[in-house]
């Protein structure tokens, strides 16, 4: 993908084929989409074993179902900022869905994108939402990305390699 607006036209473009004007709870053909790639510092740092991040129409057709319309196009339109471009990432509950949380502040607001990993073939997209710092309260941050240079805070400093 060349350009930031290429991410949202793929994902736009599978919404509008697949899911867009479906009724609650409707089945939807199930297909995948490469949405981006993680920046190599965000992959080498959190020592993912791919780069890949997908969402699939299960999960479009969630967000669909489950966001107001002013969330859900926004969500369209820059969900791969959340992913590709991360503030912080936090390891996931115990018991929640997905194993990481990617959050990303966009217009004063904080959104948030659940990923889980599916071996070497890459990361999923399993839900995003707009949130709170209340909410992440419990999560354990593991990454951040401040003035410039990530913090990792789980991570000894012999398992860093820079980039």
Not at 21 to 26: D, I, W
Not at 65 to 85: G, T
């Amino acid at each position: 993908m060349d350009s930031p607006q290429d991410y949202s036209i793929s994902l736009i473009s599978l919404h509008k084929k697949y899911v867009k004007n479906t009724a609650p709870k409707q089945i939807v053909f199930v297909t995948s989409l490469q949405l981006c790639n993680l920046t190599k510092k965000v992959f080498n740092d959190l020592k993912f074993t791919s780069n890949k991040v997908y969402l699939t129409t299960i999960m479009l057709k969630h967000m669909y179902d489950k966001r107001v319309a002013e969330e859900f196009d926004y969500l369209l339109y820059n969900l791969y900022k959340i992913i590709k471009y991360p503030d912080h990432v936090y390891k996931n509950k115990p018991g929640g869905t997905g194993d990481y949380f990617f959050t990303k502040t966009l217009e004063n607001l904080l959104y948030g994108a659940s990923i889980e990993v599916i071996d070497e073939s890459g990361l999923f997209i399993v839900t995003a939402f707009r949130t709170t710092e209340t909410y992440l309260k419990n999560f354990e941050k593991i990454w951040s990305w401040e003035g410039g240079n990530p913090h990792l805070n789980v991570f000894d400093s012999d398992s860093f390699e820079s980039v």
